[in-house]
Every structure is written in structure tokens, then in C-alpha cells.
């Protein structure tokens, strides 16, 4: 329950990462599960309890019968089936009776009871030999969850589908398929307790423009449903009960972020081009075919990035290859004859698809090219997908997460049998489509000349690259301060990568969140890359710095950082660089 604060405006400082302003009332979700209260009824208020016990199991009848009914018409009865599992332990005898005779003999109260009686059942269905009962503890944990909300009155990820009106979101997390998910002209921004600056959920804000704060300590405890609040994804506040002259300020702040928007969409169809006469490719980061407008729309020169996971996080079955080559077609269609790099599936980590198993270090574990190498019928249907669709446009494929150079010769072995097949089926598809690789673990850095014998280029995800070189999760707001990608060994395993490729012929991009970082730019651009791919939003800003920067002081920049031992103090002097190149982008709110 959230703690008593102070009336008038109480400010919350978190981190920023996807900028805008918004005001609205709160909506918080929360967790039962993580905060059932225990505390003993009195004679008088047992039949009163169990009377909302009751209410609980209705409503929740209610709200799966409303999901099942959405399954079906969207994906078909077969799928909606799995639905009917979860009506029918609302049903289960024995687990309501020893609900009641908690409640009307222990005089516990009814959410507490529940919780135990319910945890009870699914520790006995995960202990179990059999598969298909182990994956019931999964249901059965996600039905008690909706039937605790609706007893404790917490509004739960699943209502996000139902909202009325505009709402600021307060969550403890947002995972990164609910955010993608998130109906954009209803929730106007969110705050969660925890998160990092490249988490997926944040990737994913700053691709919809939804304004979030993320790693607020506990800011869940301390608002309430329904306050007004203000949120300021440039400066990582979240202000409650805000006063008229903060509203003034921000206003005005809106309005001079808008004008200078304005004049960066006049950049759209410039090119990308340093102002000594060097041009770099800016492409989009992409999550989904949906996204294909906003490309456009920012101008980029194709997908440098095509996150292909997003297309199984959705509800329902992962899609077959079938799916998959529409899906890849009409994004090389749209973008042709620019590039469209599309990843092979990054599942894992923060990306977990529907029964994937809980890992104490899931960044570390089963993730990626690790899960498709592993699973050759997850794999090559993608594989024969992303080669159909490259008859259509300029496609190139790439694998994520290579950690050896075996990794990449296995995934290219599978690849060459999917070659093999399409030729003997006559299916047309791109002999040379180029194929990449992720530099995003320093293991692959290091060994990048011997993986450019086998790549056509590299793509850097600095992300990851960040958080497995200086051993900083990405998620974890307490170590954010420590992901830096301006750190000094970051600078060297970008360089050997940028040398390893120019060596033999291959291009470097980056496509991680530092290259749509303004203050980063100018340090990227002096290692030496060939690309920039970023969210689409973010790449007017990054078009209208590099037109003002200059190739010889950008390497100047590098050469200076390469020798500096500072994380900090590199990030000073890129940032330095950039505000005198283009001082609007960073004054303008
Ligand atoms: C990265 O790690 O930098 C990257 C671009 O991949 P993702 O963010 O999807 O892990
Ligand atoms: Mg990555």
C-alpha cells in the first residue's frame, strides 16, 4: 500500500530515457503477489469477506472470458483453448474450500489465504514429472495474480488493454512486450521503480515517444491512483501534484522542444553527409513492419537493425516461416533499394518468450544465437524466411550475441543448407545477400579479425558490448551510473573492431543506443564507423549534428579519448564537441 506523503508537489528523481513531457493522472499498477497483506478477521466480517472472495472469482471469471474472446477472434478457437484451463481452477472445489475454511475457521483474511492455498498447488504442479503439469504452475501462478488484484482493488498489466481515458503509468516494471503493446493515445508516459537506460522496455519508449523515467527507487509506495502528476522524460522527474508555475515552465519547454523539431524534419531528405564532405549511412532501429512509417518519416536510409524477437513476444503462436517472410518482405519492399539488416532472433535476456524458463542470469544464459543454434526448427524457417524475402529488396541478415568464431561458422553451415534447399526448389532469393555479425561481447572484439574472414560486416551493440565488458546489467537502476559506453575500454574494443573490418574490406555499424546519442556521435564518428542505426525518432537530432561536424575533429576527439583513462571525462569531451556543433540540441529543454 503506498506510504502517507505531504500534500502539494513532491518531486521523484529517476532516470530519463525516452524524452518528452506529459501530464495526467496516475494510474499505478501494481503486484498482489508481492504485497499480500496477513491480518486476522473479526467474528462479524468473516461473511463479508467471503462474500468478496466471491466477487474477486467473478470478476475474474469475467475478465478471462473477455481475453478468451479477444484470442479467438484474433488468433482462433484452438489458441483461446488454453483459456479454459484457467476457468476451470477457478472452479476447482478443493481449492476454494480450503480457501473457506481458512477464512471462516482461521479468521484469515481472504487474499492471504488465497495466496498461501494457491502457492501451495502451484509448488505441487512445478515438483511434478510431467511436463504439461509444470507448465500449469505457470497458469496457475498468472490466475492467482488476477484474482489477488481484483480481491486487493490493484490494477494489473492486463487492464492496460481497457483504459478510458489518459493515464501516467507507475509500475514496479513494465516488461518489454507490454510496453510495445501500450495503447500510445492513452498512456502519455510511464515511471517504474526500477530499470536501466538500455533496457528493452526503454528502447522500446523511446521508439513510441511515450516520455519514461525509469529506476525510482520506490516510487510505487509513494503515489496514488488518480494523482495528477507530471512527467519529464528529458530530465527523469516525475512530479506529483505539480503547481501552476511548474506547468508554466514545462509548457514552454514543449514549446520550444516543438519548433526545434520542426526544424530538424527539414533535414529529412538531406543527406547524411560530415561538413568536410564525409557521408555516413543513418538507418532505423525497428521492432516491428509497423515501425516503417516513423522510418520514413526520420529520413533514415534503411533498417540497420530489425529486432526480429518482437514478432514472437506477441500473443499467441510464434510465427511460422510463412509469417516471418511476409513480415521480412514487406519491410524490404518498403525500404528497398536501401538496406534492411535483419537480425536473426535475440530471445532471452529481458526477452522472454512464453515458457521460457526463469535463469538466475538470464544475460548470461540462454539467449540468442545460443537458442537458435540449439533449436535448428526455430531457426531455419527464420533463416529461409529472411533468404526468400531478400529477392524482394536489399536484405542482409546478421546474428546477434557471437561469442566464438564456431558460433558464427555453425550458424553459417545452417545457412548454407537453407541456400541449398531454395536452389534445389527453385525459390528465389539473393546469392550475395551480405551476412553480419553483432559485436556486442568483448570476447568478439577481440577475436573480430578472425570473424571478419567469415562476416561481411559488423554491426556494434554497444549495449551489450557495455554491460558484459564493465559487468553492469542493463536492467539494474543501482549500477546504472556504471554502464558508460564512453568508458575507455569500450573506445578500444570499438577501435579493434572498426580496424579488424577496414582491414579486410567489411563496414562497421553501431546499433546500439549510443548511436542515436547526440553527446556520442562525434566519439563514433572519429573511431571510424560507417553506420549509425537508431530509433527513428532520435535520428533527425543525430542528422543535424553530423551536418555541423567535421571528420578531422571528430578524430582529434577520438585520438584524445583513446588516451584518456576516464570514463567520465570522455564523455566531456565528446559532449563538448557536439554542444559546439549544435548547441540547440541540447539547450532546447
Ligand atoms: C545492443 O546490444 O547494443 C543491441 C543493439 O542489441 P539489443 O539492444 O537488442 O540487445
Ligand atoms: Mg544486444
Known amino acids: 500500500m503506498p506510504e502517507r506523503e505531504p500534500a502539494g508537489e513532491r518531486v521523484y528523481r529517476g532516470i530519463a530515457v525516452?524524452?518528452?513531457?506529459?501530464?495526467?493522472?496516475?494510474?499505478r499498477l501494481g503486484q498482489a503477489s508481492q504485497e499480500v497483506p496477513q491480518h486476522r478477521l473479526e467474528e462479524g466480517e468473516i461473511d463479508a469477506e467471503m462474500a468478496r472472495f466471491r466477487d474477486a472469482l467473478v470478476e475474474t471469471r469475467r475478465q478471462i472470458a473477455d481475453v478468451q474472446r479477444r484470442v479467438s477472434a484474433?488468433?482462433?478457437?484452438?489458441?483461446?483453448?488454453?483459456?479454459?484451463?484457467?476457468?476451470?481452477?477457478?472452479?476447482?472445489?478443493?481449492l476454494l474450500d480450503q480457501v473457506g475454511s481458512r477464512v471462516r475457521g482461521d479468521r484469515e483474511n481472504a487474499a492471504s489465504a488465497f495466496h498461501t492455498v494457491?502457492?501451495?498447488?502451484?509448488?505441487?504442479?512445478?515438483?511434478?514429472?510431467?511436463?504439461?503439469?509444470?507448465?500449469?504452475?505457470?497458469?496457475?501462478?498468472?490466475?492467482?495474480?488476477?484474482?489477488?488484484?481484483?480481491?486487493?482493488?490493484?490494477?494489473?498489466?492486463?487492464?492496460?488493454?481497457?483504459?478510458?481515458?489518459?493515464?501516467?503509468?507507475?509500475?514496479?516494471?513494465?516488461?518489454?512486450?507490454?510496453?510495445?503493446?501500450?495503447?500510445?493515445?492513452?498512456?502519455?508516459?510511464?515511471?517504474?521503480?526500477?530499470?536501466?537506460?538500455?533496457?528493452?522496455?526503454?528502447?522500446?519508449?523511446?521508439?513510441?515517444?511515450?516520455?519514461a523515467v525509469v529506476g525510482l527507487g520506490d516510487v510505487t509506495r509513494k503515489v496514488r491512483n488518480g494523482e495528477y502528476a507530471l512527467i519529464d522524460g528529458h530530465g527523469g522527474t516525475l512530479t506529483v501534484n505539480p503547481t501552476d508555475a511548474t506547468l508554466f515552465q514545462y509548457g514552454q519547454i514543449r514549446e520550444r522542444r516543438a519548433a526545434l523539431d520542426e526544424r530538424l524534419r527539414?533535414?529529412?531528405s538531406q543527406p547524411a553527409i560530415t561538413m568536410d564532405g564525409v557521408s555516413l549511412v543513418l538507418?532505423?532501429?525497428?521492432?516491428?513492419?509497423?515501425?516503417?512509417?516513423?522510418?520514413k518519416e526520420s529520413g533514415a536510409e534503411g533498417v540497420g537493425l530489425f529486432r526480429t524477437e518482437f514478432l514472437f513476444l506477441e500473443p499467441g503462436a510464434a510465427p511460422d516461416e510463412e509469417k516471418q517472410y511476409a513480415a521480412y518482405r514487406a519491410v524490404a519492399e518498403a525500404c528497398a533499394p536501401a538496406p534492411v539488416v535483419i537480425r536473426t532472433l535475440d530471445l532471452g535476456g529481458d526477452k522472454l518468450f512464453a515458457g521460457q524458463h526463469h535463469e538466475a542470469n538470464p544475460f548470461l544464459g540462454w539467449r540468442a544465437i545460443r537458442i537458435s543454434l540449439a533449436d535448428p526448427a526455430l531457426f531455419r524457417p527464420q533463416l529461409r524466411a529472411v533468404l526468400r524475402a531478400s529477392a524482394h529488396g536489399n536484405v542482409k541478415l546478421m546474428y546477434p550475441m557471437i561469442s566464438c568464431?564456431?558460433?558464427?561458422?555453425?550458424?553459417?553451415?545452417l545457412l548454407e543448407g537453407c541456400r541449398a534447399e531454395l536452389r534445389r526448389d527453385g525459390v528465389a532469393f539473393d546469392e550475395r545477400m551480405e551476412v553480419g555479425v553483432m559485436i556486442e561481447i568483448p570476447s568478439a572484439a577481440l577475436i573480430a579479425p578472425a570473424l571478419a574472414e567469415?562476416?561481411?560486416?559488423?554491426?556494434?551493440?554497444?549495449?551489450?558490448?557495455?554491460?558484459?565488458?564493465?559487468?553492469?546489467?542493463?536492467?539494474?537502476?543501482?549500477?546504472?551510473?556504471?554502464?558508460?559506453?564512453?568508458?575507455?575500454?569500450?573506445?578500444?574494443?570499438?577501435?579493434?573492431?572498426?580496424?579488424?573490418?577496414?582491414?579486410?574490406?567489411?563496414?562497421?555499424?553501431?546499433?546500439?543506443?549510443?548511436?542515436?546519442?547526440?553527446?556520442?556521435?562525434?566519439?563514433?564518428?572519429?573511431?571510424?564507423?560507417?553506420?549509425?542505426?537508431?530509433?527513428?525518432?532520435?535520428?533527425?537530432?543525430?542528422?543535424?549534428?553530423?551536418?555541423?561536424?567535421?571528420?578531422?575533429?571528430?578524430?582529434?576527439?577520438?585520438?584524445?579519448?583513446?588516451?584518456?583513462?576516464?570514463?567520465?571525462?570522455?564523455?566531456?569531451?565528446?559532449l563538448a564537441v557536439a554542444k559546439a556543433c549544435a548547441p540547440e540540441l541540447f539547450t532546447e529543454g
Open 18 to 27: 525516452a524524452g518528452g513531457v506529459a501530464h495526467a493522472r496516475i494510474l
Open 266 to 268: 527539414d533535414l529529412r
Open 118 to 211: 494457491a502457492g501451495k498447488y502451484a509448488a505441487a504442479l512445478e515438483a511434478a514429472d510431467d511436463d504439461y503439469l509444470r507448465e500449469r504452475a505457470a497458469d496457475l501462478r498468472d490466475l492467482s495474480t488476477r484474482v489477488l488484484d481484483n480481491l486487493l482493488g490493484i490494477v494489473g498489466e492486463s487492464d492496460l488493454s481497457r483504459l478510458t481515458g489518459p493515464v501516467i503509468v507507475v509500475a514496479h516494471d513494465l516488461s518489454p512486450s507490454t510496453t510495445a503493446m501500450l495503447d500510445r493515445s492513452k498512456v502519455l508516459g510511464f515511471a517504474t521503480d526500477v530499470g536501466g537506460k538500455t533496457s528493452h522496455t526503454a528502447i522500446i519508449a523511446r521508439k513510441l515517444s511515450i516520455p
Open 454 to 574: 567469415h562476416a561481411d560486416f559488423f554491426s556494434l551493440g554497444t549495449n551489450d558490448l557495455t554491460q558484459y565488458t564493465l559487468a553492469v546489467d542493463r536492467l539494474n537502476q543501482r549500477v546504472a551510473h556504471l554502464h558508460t559506453p564512453t568508458h575507455p575500454a569500450i573506445l578500444r574494443l570499438i577501435q579493434l573492431t572498426v580496424e579488424a573490418a577496414h582491414a579486410r574490406g567489411r563496414w562497421v555499424g553501431v546499433c546500439g543506443e549510443m548511436a542515436g546519442d547526440p553527446a556520442a556521435i562525434p566519439l563514433l564518428v572519429g573511431l571510424g564507423v560507417d553506420e549509425l542505426s537508431a530509433t527513428p525518432a532520435v535520428l533527425p537530432a543525430a542528422k543535424f549534428l553530423l551536418r555541423r561536424l567535421k571528420l578531422a575533429e571528430a578524430k582529434a576527439l577520438a585520438a584524445e579519448a583513446l588516451a584518456c583513462p576516464g570514463a567520465a571525462r570522455i564523455q566531456a569531451l565528446s
Open 283 to 295: 538507418a532505423a532501429n525497428i521492432e516491428d513492419p509497423g515501425d516503417i512509417a516513423a522510418v
Open 405 to 413: 568464431l564456431d558460433e558464427l561458422l555453425a550458424a553459417n553451415a
Open 74 to 94: 484474433a488468433m482462433g478457437a484452438q489458441e483461446a483453448g488454453i483459456f479454459e484451463a484457467h476457468l476451470m481452477v477457478l472452479e476447482d472445489p478443493s
